[in-house]
């Protein structure tokens, strides 16, 4: 009997890169998770089936508070794909995996005030030398975005000709425009971009956020709800306002 030898195919691997919120928490651990539970219950479901980053540095803990935090996070259907700014001595085989040099891509807790990062100024444009001007990207969506679904765009700007679902998130790296009712989450800025906005033709949102500062459904003005409105970011907080 003759033996066929057949050569293996090789195995392929590839990079590719993803959306994750990333966490930084602060001490006392307990309050913090307080805090935590307080966000996740004004906003249902905020964390389920999301990648989440842990982000410690600069935090002085050993390695059994942070196998704590990261149970704790686990019973609240946070789920840790990776550890940031951690020392070696802390992280073992039963510990999400060390990350590094990871971009801004907050979704809701806002930086620290060393961290904020002012609008840039515009650039003089001079007729000897004239500056080329950058071209945002931007996506349109011309079909409503229903209850469960997820729209990730952190390349630039996110137009939607309808409405966004209660249950429903719009994330997008520059501003978010709702040509329609926002029942569902809007968070712009994502990566990082102050300047961001949010505009809808009618407010009935569960969450608005840019560069991280947000508002829930319960910390918005009761006179906003059903009517056109712009949220922009002033002074480390989100501001509101009616258009028009």
């Not at 789920?79 to 809701?108: H, K, Q, V």
Request: charged share 25%; with cysteine; hydrophobic share 40%.
């Amino acid at each position: 009997m003759t033996t066929v030898l057949t050569k293996p195919r090789p195995i392929r691997l590839k990079g590719r890169s993803f959306l994750a919120l990333s966490l930084a928490p602060e001490l006392p651990f307990e309050d913090w998770l307080t805090s935590l539970d307080d966000l996740a219950a004004r906003s249902a479901g905020f964390f389920l089936r999301r990648p989440v980053v842990l982000d410690i540095d600069g935090l002085d803990i050993d390695k059994t508070e942070l196998r704590k935090l990261v149970d704790e996070l686990g019973r609240r259907n946070v789920r840790i794909m990776g550890i940031e700014g951690a020392r070696p001595s802390l992280l073992g085989p039963d510990m999400p995996p060390a990350m590094n040099d990871g971009r801004p891509a907050s979704d809701f807790e806002p930086p620290a005030e060393d961290e904020a990062q002012p609008a840039p100024a515009a650039e003089t444009i001079t007729a000897a030398r004239p500056v080329p001007v950058q071209v945002t990207a931007s996506l349109v969506v011309t079909e409503p975005v229903r209850s469960g679904q997820s729209l990730f765009f952190p390349e630039g700007d996110v137009t939607i000709v309808g409405s966004v679902a209660s249950g429903a998130e719009v994330v997008a790296g520059g501003s978010i425009h709702v040509y329609g009712t926002l029942r569902g989450r809007a968070l712009a800025g994502t990566t990082g971009n102050g300047a961001a906005r949010i505009f809808c033709r009618k407010l009935e949102a569960e969450l608005m956020a840019i560069d991280g500062f947000y508002l829930t459904a319960e910390d918005m003005e009761p006179d906003l709800r059903g009517r056109p409105v712009q949220a922009w970011l002033e002074n480390q907080a989100l501001k509101t306002a009616i258009l028009g």
